[in-house]
């Protein structure tokens, strides 16, 4: 796939590039999108319904071991080479904004700072009642409870129905109305309110560009769509910025 010039110029031009992230730069790191994570022991529970409040209500245990499962996967993954062609690219413009949408860490640990995680990150624990994130607690128990209220522990992740941490959602919000080139990579890009966010670019007349395998709804609104893996297309991006 030949990059195009205008694409490689405008971007290497940029004062506020934003890039936007979603499940599926994590794929080739072995960490299953939603789409993909019915395998194995977990086929039979759509993970749509295992990521609300309302499942947690009436399952904790089955929800707590869902995402102690994939937390082990996040723990053994490694950053692949789209997460560190965006942390490459950061050292390269003053005014970069990352968001991610993922909860896995794995930008983080390919070397990239200030990541606005839209969705929060698997890794950390919160009390359910008081929404205070929790470092020690019983690992034996399923799921286990809060030291100081007793109240079951969960992820601290964004479920469906829930809201997004006010002060990321802001930080992203500006700098999408700001960018004046986004990208936007592995996201099927209907999860809103973060698909609201290359809208906001384009209102700004940002060049928006897609990485993704697959058609979302936002193709149609881009100015390019590049087809085919992050792990593939954003390294020979980022090679071709430096040219
Ligand atoms: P999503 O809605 O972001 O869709 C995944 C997209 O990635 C699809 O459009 C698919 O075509 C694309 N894709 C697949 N492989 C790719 C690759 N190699 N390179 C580029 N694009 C690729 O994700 P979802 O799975 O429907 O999840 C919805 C929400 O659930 C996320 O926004 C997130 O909060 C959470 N989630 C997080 C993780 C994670 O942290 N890794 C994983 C699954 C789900």
């Given at each position: 796939?030949?990059l195009?010039?205008?694409?490689?110029?405008?971007?290497r031009?940029?004062?506020?590039?934003?890039?936007?992230?979603?499940?599926?730069?994590?794929?080739e790191?072995?960490?299953?999108?939603?789409?993909?994570?019915?395998?194995?022991?977990?086929?039979?529970?759509?993970?749509?319904?295992?990521?609300?409040?309302?499942?947690?209500?009436?399952?904790?245990k089955?929800?707590w071991?869902?995402y102690?499962?994939?937390?082990?996967?996040?723990?053994?993954?490694?950053?692949?080479?789209?997460?560190?062609?965006?942390?490459?690219?950061?050292?390269?413009?003053?005014?970069?904004?990352?968001?991610t949408?993922?909860?896995?860490?794995?930008?983080?640990?390919?070397?990239?700072?200030?990541?606005?995680?839209?969705?929060?990150?698997?890794?950390?624990?919160m009390c359910?009642?008081?929404?205070?994130?929790?470092?020690?607690?019983n690992?034996?128990?399923?799921?286990?409870?809060?030291?100081?209220?007793?109240?079951?522990?969960?992820?601290?992740?964004?479920?469906?129905?829930?809201?997004l941490?006010?002060?990321a959602?802001?930080?992203?919000?500006?700098?999408?109305?700001?960018?004046?080139v986004?990208?936007s990579?592995?996201?099927?890009?209907?999860?809103?309110?973060?698909?609201?966010?290359?809208?906001?670019a384009?209102?700004?007349?940002?060049?928006?560009?897609?990485?993704?395998?697959?058609?979302?709804?936002?193709?149609?609104?881009?100015?390019?769509?590049?087809?085919?893996?992050?792990?593939?297309v954003?390294?020979?991006?980022?090679r071709?910025?430096?040219?």
């Open positions: 796939m030949d195009p010039r205008t694409l490689i110029s405008t971007f031009g940029a004062a506020y590039p934003v890039v936007l992230t979603g499940s599926g730069i994590s794929a790191s072995g960490v299953p999108t939603f789409r993909e994570a019915q395998t194995g022991l977990w086929a039979r529970f759509d993970p749509q319904e295992l990521a609300t409040p309302e499942a947690f209500a009436r399952d904790p089955l929800v071991d869902w102690a499962w994939r937390r082990k996967l996040v723990s053994e993954a490694q950053p692949n080479e789209g997460h560190l062609a965006i942390a490459a690219a950061q050292e390269t413009f003053p005014n970069f904004t990352l968001v949408q993922n909860v896995d860490g794995l930008h983080q640990r390919s070397g990239s700072s200030g990541v606005v995680e839209l969705h929060g990150n698997i890794c950390r624990t359910s009642v008081e929404g205070t994130e929790v470092e020690t607690y690992e034996g128990e399923s799921p286990p409870l809060c030291p100081a209220c007793g109240a079951p522990l969960r992820p601290d992740v964004v479920w469906f129905g829930e809201m941490p006010y002060v959602l802001g930080v992203a919000t500006e700098a999408a109305r700001r960018s004046d986004f990208l990579v592995g996201t099927s890009s209907l999860v809103y309110p973060a698909a609201a966010l290359p809208f906001e384009i209102e700004n007349g940002a060049m928006v560009v897609e990485i993704n395998p697959g058609e979302t709804p936002l193709t149609p609104h881009a100015d390019y769509a590049l087809r085919g893996r992050a792990g593939e954003l390294p020979r991006l980022i071709e910025l430096s040219k």
